[in-house]
Nanobody, 126 residues
Framework: QVQLVESGGGSVQAGGSLRLSCAASGDTANTYNYYAWFRQAPGKEREGVAAIWRRDGTTYNADSVKGRFTISQDNAKNMVYLQMNNLKPEDTAMYYC??????????????????WGQGTQVTVSS
């Protein structure tokens, strides 16, 4: 089993920045090969924001956040981060950390991820 715990959410004004962190614990050695961040706004489906391959750090980003959000990892600490810059009101959502073995091309879909954190709220005001 793998446990994921997010932190770093909060309220900011548009144009501001936040850094989300996710700590993984448990059977982290060979249980998954990707980390990802997803978000879900009220009344909307959960959407993938960014993913990273544990092996070499290759990243994938949703078009809506390219140039603004950056996913990174520290494998020695079993940590994954999401740096969010130039935040917009439409970024307001609950953000979730996930870990899993997504198939090629499905890095930002929920189906590829077996482990999920409880989420951290991000609110961006205009």
């Amino acid at each position: 089993q793998v446990q994921l715990v997010e932190s770093g959410g909060g309220s900011v004004q548009a144009g501001g920045s936040l850094r989300l962190s996710c700590a993984a614990s448990g059977d982290t050695a060979n249980t998954y090969n990707y980390y990802a961040w997803f978000r879900q706004a009220p009344g909307k489906e959960r959407e993938g924001v960014a993913a990273i391959w544990r092996r070499d750090g290759t990243t994938y980003n949703a078009d809506s956040v390219k140039g603004r959000f950056t996913i990174s990892q520290d494998n020695a600490k079993n940590m994954v981060y999401l740096q969010m810059n130039n935040l917009k009101p439409e970024d307001t959502a609950m953000y979730y950390c996930a870990a899993g073995w997504p198939n090629t091309g499905t890095w930002l879909t929920t189906a590829g991820y077996s482990y999920w954190g409880q989420g951290t709220q991000v609110t961006v005001s205009s």
